[in-house]
C-alpha cells in the first residue's frame, strides 16, 4: 500500500515522511488511534516507504521490487504478528498457520480491519485470541539471521494489547535490544491495555478518528454514495472510517430489506410460525453472506430500537417508515433483554459463519427473539 492509497490522515503521514527525510526513523513506534483511522494500513505504507527503492519526496514509487512485494505482503523482511488462538483443526497455532487468511482479508478490505473482522476471516468468532509467546520466539530467531535484502527489516505487531503475559518478557527483551536494522511498528487501539514497561519503549504515533467531513468526502468520492446520504453516515460513523463503509453497504441493504425484518419481527412477536417461516425463506435465499449481512442489518435495528427505548432518539438518524417501526418496537427492546437478543443474534452469526444448518438456526433464533420480545421489564 502506498500512502495516497490511504484516505486522510495527512498530517500522520507528513509527519512520518518527515522522520525519513531528517534521518530520524525511531526502531520502535506505537501508531495508535480508535478503529477505524487506518492505524495499521498507515504503518504498512510507511514500511514500504522506509524500503522503497526508489521512493520521492512523498511516496514509494509503487514499482520497484520492494514495493511489488510489500504489496502483496509478502516481502519476506516483512513480518506480521497479530493475535491467534488455537482452533478445532489446529493445535498449537502460530501466525504462520493464518498467513494466507491475514494477507486475503487486508488485501480485501485495504487494511481496514478491526479484531471482529479478523475473528470471522479465521472462524473464531467465539475465542479469546491472543499473541502469543511461540510468535515471539519465532520472531526472535528469524530476526536472529544476519542476512535480510531490504534496507530495514520490519515488525509490525497489530492489536499489541492482546499480547498474552508469557510472551511480553520476550518481545520486551527484543525492543529493549533491536537487532540493527530493524523496526518494530506496534499498531493499538487501547493504551489502557499495553503494558507500561513496552509503552515506554515507543515513540507515539498518534492517528485520529477521521473529522466527519473528511468522511463524508471520502463516501461521496470513493464509494459513489449521494452527499446527502453521506452526510448521515458521517455523523454516524464517528471518526470510524470502517463504520462508515459498512454503514454505507447497509444503507443500501438496509432500504431494500426493512420490510422484510419488520414482517420477520412481527411474525417473531405472534409466535406465528407461518410468518415466520415465510419471511426466513425470504432472507435465507441467498448465499451465507447475504444472510449474515441481514442479521448485523438486524442487530443495528435492535440497536436503535434499544436508543429509542431510552430516549436517545436523535442517535439514530432513522427516517421514515424506519423511524415509525422503531418507535412502535421501541417498549419491548429494553435494557433486560437487549444483551440477549445481541448474544442470540451473535450466536446465529457464528454459526451460519461456520455452515450450520441456516433454516435451524434461524428458526432457533426466532422463538429465542419471540421470548424476547415477550420478557417483560423487571421493576426495578
Ligand atoms: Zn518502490
Known amino acids: 500500500m502506498q500512502l495516497k492509497d490511504i484516505p486522510g490522515q495527512e498530517k500522520v503521514k507528513s509527519k512520518l515522511l518527515r522522520a525519513v527525510k531528517e534521518q530520524r526513523v525511531s526502531h520502535t513506534q506505537l501508531f495508535l488511534g480508535a478503529e477505524g483511522t487506518n492505524k495499521l494500513a498507515l504503518a504498512i505504507a510507511y514500511a514500504q516507504y522506509v524500503n522503497c527503492k526508489n521512493r520521492s519526496e512523498d511516496d514509494s514509487c509503487g514499482v520497484c521490487p520492494s514495493c511489488v512485494k510489500y504489496q502483496k505482503l509478502a516481502h519476506p523482511d516483512l513480518h506480521f504478528l497479530y493475535p491467534i488462538s488455537n482452533r478445532k483443526d489446529l493445535s498449537n497455532a502460530v501466525c504462520a498457520d493464518y498467513i494466507r487468511e491475514w494477507r486475503e482479508l487486508l488485501l480485501e478490505k485495504r487494511e481496514l480491519i478491526n479484531l471482529d473482522d479478523w475473528h470471522h476471516k479465521i472462524n473464531l468468532e467465539s475465542k479469546k485470541t491472543i499473541i502469543n509467546a511461540r510468535d515471539c520466539n519465532n520472531i526472535i530467531q528469524k530476526l536472529s539471521l544476519k542476512s535480510f535484502e531490504s534496507e530495514y527489516r520490519v515488525v509490525i505487531i497489530w492489536m499489541v494489547e492482546r499480547l498474552f503475559y508469557s510472551a511480553a518478557p520476550k518481545l520486551l527483551k527484543i525492543l529493549e535490544e533491536p537487532p540493527e536494522k530493524t523496526l518494530f511498528l506496534l499498531v ?193
Open 188 to 380: 493499538a487501539e487501547n493504551q489502557d491495555l499495553i503494558l507500561n514497561t513496552i509503552k515506554s519503549r515507543t515513540q507515539l504515533v498518534k492517528v485520529l478518528p477521521y473529522p466527519q467531513n473528511e468522511l463524508k468526502d471520502i463516501l461521496v468520492a470513493q464509494y459513489g454514495v449521494s452527499s446527502e446520504k453521506a452526510n448521515a453516515i458521517a455523523i454516524r460513523a464517528e471518526g470510524n472510517l470502517r463504520k462508515a463503509i459498512v454503514l454505507a453497504m447497509q444503507d443500501d441493504f438496509g432500504a431494500e430489506n426493512f420490510i422484510l425484518f419488520r414482517s420477520w419481527l412481527r411474525g417473531c412477536f405472534k409466535a406465528s410460525i407461518t410468518e415466520i417461516n415465510h419471511a426466513i425463506t425470504q432472507f435465507s435465499s441467498g448465499n451465507r453472506e447475504q444472510t449474515i449481512r441481514f442479521l448485523h442489518y438486524a442487530q443495528e435495528l435492535i440497536r436503535d430500537a434499544m436508543l429509542v427505548n431510552r430516549g436517545a432518539q436523535e442517535l439514530t438518524f432513522r427516517t421514515g417508515e424506519e423511524q415509525e417501526f422503531l418507535q412502535n418496537v421501541a417498549p419491548y427492546i429494553h435494557p433486560d433483554v437487549l444483551p440477549g437478543f445481541y448474544e442470540q443474534l451473535n450466536e446465529a452469526i457464528f454459526q451460519i459463519g461456520r455452515y450450520g444448518n441456516v433454516n435451524i438456526i434461524l428458526t432457533d433464533l426466532s422463538f429465542k427473539m419471540s421470548n424476547f420480545l415477550h420478557t417483560p421489564k423487571r421493576n426495578t
